[in-house]
């Protein structure tokens, strides 16, 4: 089993240009969930999903949207890149109430 | 909605020596507390959890407690070793529906050999 993957590992943006970051599971996770990684901010909730075609926000969801349309997939999506942006993006999954599984990251550089 | 703080957010300790981090959260109904660690450039994996039914769960060298009455559940690594330093990363929260649970901003362990 792959586990979490995602796509793409790093990306350089400019500002106004968009994006989509994937994550795939192959655990068959019901829950499945966005963050960012800043320096002295830990991990912060984006979006979240319970289960295939529901989204909910987070902490810090302006500036993105989600999409959960496949129950192994979780679309993140930028409209129009900002340089605040720019962080350590992790996706994760789990059975409700378990351990959350955490993808490799993609680091996204908004210039 | 849930508050996690944790301190310190740096730590050095001299390799064998113990290192304890402490976590306290603001929903007392939150009930699940696990506790992540983050290795340099990788991604964040659970180490030990606990629920709101038990106060302390050891797993070899780690240990972790819980007091619900003051909210606040501590991190506790023993005989630490060189390959112990990373970013430790508690969290707290109602798993399940809506629900979610919350990072603090994590502390850096240093193990000085």
């Known amino acids: 089993n792959a586990g979490v993957t995602q796509t793409p590992k790093f990306r350089v943006l400019k500002t106004g240009q968009s994006m989509t970051l994937l994550c795939a599971q192959d655990?068959?996770?019901?829950?499945m969930y966005w963050y960012r990684q800043d320096p002295g901010m830990g991990l912060r909730l984006i979006h979240y999903?319970?289960?295939?075609?529901?989204?909910a926000k987070g902490e810090v969801p302006d500036g993105y949207n989600v999409s959960r349309l496949k129950k192994q997939n979780f679309l993140l999506g930028l409209e129009s890149a900002a340089p605040s942006q720019t962080s350590v993006y992790f996706c994760?999954?789990?059975?409700?109430?378990?351990?959350?599984?955490f993808g490799p990251g993609t680091r996204l550089t908004v210039l | 909605g849930e508050n996690v703080e944790q301190h310190p957010s740096t730590l050095s300790v001299q390799e064998g020596d113990s290192a304890v981090i402490k976590c306290t959260y603001s929903?007392?109904?939150?009930?699940?507390f696990p506790w992540y660690k983050q290795e340099l450039g990788k991604r964040p994996q659970l180490i030990i959890d606990?629920?709101?039914?038990?106060g302390e769960k050891k797993d070899q060298r780690i240990a972790v407690t819980l007091n619900k009455t003051a909210k606040h559940f501590s991190l506790h690594i023993t005989e630490t070793q060189p390959e112990d330093s990373a970013v430790y990363f508690c969290?707290?929260?109602?798993?399940?529906?809506?629900?979610?649970?919350?990072f603090g901003i994590g502390t850096k362990l240093q193990v000085i050999p």
């Open positions: 655990m068959n996770h019901e829950y």
């Open positions: 606990i629920r709101s039914n038990v």
């Open positions: 929903d007392s109904a939150s009930n699940y």
């Open positions: 969290a707290a929260g109602r798993p399940g529906g809506y629900q979610k649970v919350t």
């Open positions: 994760a999954s789990t059975e409700v109430g378990n351990e959350q599984f």
């Open positions: 999903s319970v289960g295939e075609g529901t989204t």
